[in-house]
């Protein structure tokens, strides 16, 4: 079993290392996987379709601009990610229903919860590399998870460990 403490030592000049900005709030407290990217701002049609559409194992990071204003996931689209097996969302943003999304076993960062809900006009882009808390999130590069904190790697790191 793999920690990002470990991973970081093994491997500390070519991971990068997230700041510490997100609290989780699902079930799983350690995950990781393939990087797909959404960036919006209070919309989250696009997280939605991303959910739909990425690769099993996938970890969907989704920049939100650090947004307060609104929620990009709430407890229906982590079920959508649940249920393809996805392995977590890390949002830049918000997330609301805390109470069911600590029921689902799946891994979800955010920044804070709101209850406002987002618009649903479809604005923003999907994979994409995207810049925040420190680390330059590029699709296909891969991310590790657990209570200590986040790393992204160019490679997968874990095995071996």
Request: charged letters at 25%; aromatic letters at 6%.
């Amino acid at each position: 079993m793999w920690r990002t403490t470990d991973l970081y030592d093994a491997n500390e000049m070519e991971v990068q290392v997230c700041k510490p900005l997100f609290q989780s709030y699902g079930k799983k407290k350690q995950f990781h996987g393939k990087i797909a990217t959404v960036k919006v701002k209070d919309d989250n049609v696009l997280v939605k379709r991303a959910l739909e559409m990425v690769s099993e194992g996938t970890v969907l990071v989704v920049d939100g601009e650090g947004s307060t204003n609104c929620a990009l996931l709430g407890d229906n689209l982590a079920n959508i990610a649940r249920q393809r097996n996805l392995s977590g969302i890390i949002i830049y943003g918000c997330v609301r229903d805390c109470v069911e999304l600590q029921k689902i076993e799946l891994g979800i960062l955010a920044i804070a919860t709101m209850p406002k809900r987002s618009v649903k006009k479809g604005n923003g882009e999907t994979n994409i590399p995207v810049s925040f808390g420190g680390v330059s999130w590029i699709p296909g590069n891969y991310v590790y998870v657990d209570e200590d904190g986040v790393i992204v790697s160019e490679k997968e790191i874990h095995h071996g460990l």
